[in-house]
């Protein structure tokens, strides 16, 4: 079973268009994290969220606690952005649960 | 800027062998993780620590795992009789808060071959 989905899987984009990638739970959680793997392996948090919207530079995340729902946007897409990204949920312990990634590729 | 390191960068070794992978987590940072993620697969939790503790595991991390923090600086992850199947990159984080809301800091990690 999967505690963590995600979608879409693979994702191309032509430079500068607006970017969604989904994540659903199952699990009650304390926090979600959305993480970014680089083509060479190396995981960056991106955002932790347990309730409302964050926004770092073109990035944005937010998650609907009753929904068990979160996205994460990226607008005016850069090649740079290309990367699997990763949602992440942590339960009330210290246990985390991670979906498959999604693997976007911005194209110039 | 301070950040997470991992040695090696990449194990090889014989099956049943015991490895040790070692982590230098940020300095100030008191919750330690290991994570492991085989070729093409997602990421999986393996275990939490605090305060010399596990808090907790994944039933991953069965009694052939075990860490340690044998000092202030380092954590380590212990796999006693490697079987093939734990090939995989194996990463370390650490966060300055724990109960899963803390921005967690990741290592480079050690890519881990098991002939």
């Known amino acids: 079973k999967n505690e963590v989905e995600q979608s879409p899987q693979n994702l191309t984009a032509q430079e500068g268009e607006f970017i969604t990638i989904n994540c659903s739970y199952s699990?009650?959680?304390?926090?979600l994290h959305w993480l970014q793997q680089h083509p060479g392996g190396g995981i960056v948090s991106l955002f932790m969220l347990s309730s409302g919207k964050k926004k770092h530079g073109r990035l944005i995340a937010t998650i609907n606690i009753q929904e068990k729902h979160s996205s994460l946007h990226i607008t005016a897409s850069h090649p740079r952005d290309s990367a699997v990204y990763i949602c992440?949920?942590?339960?009330?312990?210290?246990?985390?649960?991670f979906g498959t990634g999604t693997s976007l590729t911005v194209i110039p | 800027e301070p950040e997470v390191t991992q040695t090696p960068s990449h194990q090889v070794t014989q099956m049943g062998q015991e490895v040790i992978l070692r982590c230098v987590p940020i300095s100030n940072h008191l919750y330690f993780y290991w994570y492991r993620q085989i070729l093409g697969q997602k990421v999986e939790f393996l275990v939490s620590?605090?305060?010399?503790?596990?808090?907790?595991k994944s039933e991953i991390f069965d009694d052939q795992f075990s860490v340690e923090r044998p000092d202030g600086s380092n954590f380590t992850l212990k796999i006693r009789s490697t079987k093939l199947e734990d090939s995989a990159m194996y990463f370390c984080a650490s966060s300055g808060v724990g109960g899963s809301v803390g921005e967690q800091f990741f290592g480079p990690g050690t890519r881990l071959t098991v002939l």
């Open positions: 620590f605090y305060n010399n503790e596990i808090s907790e």
């Open positions: 699990v009650g959680i304390s926090a």
């Open positions: 992440a949920v942590g339960n009330t312990g210290n246990q985390f649960y």
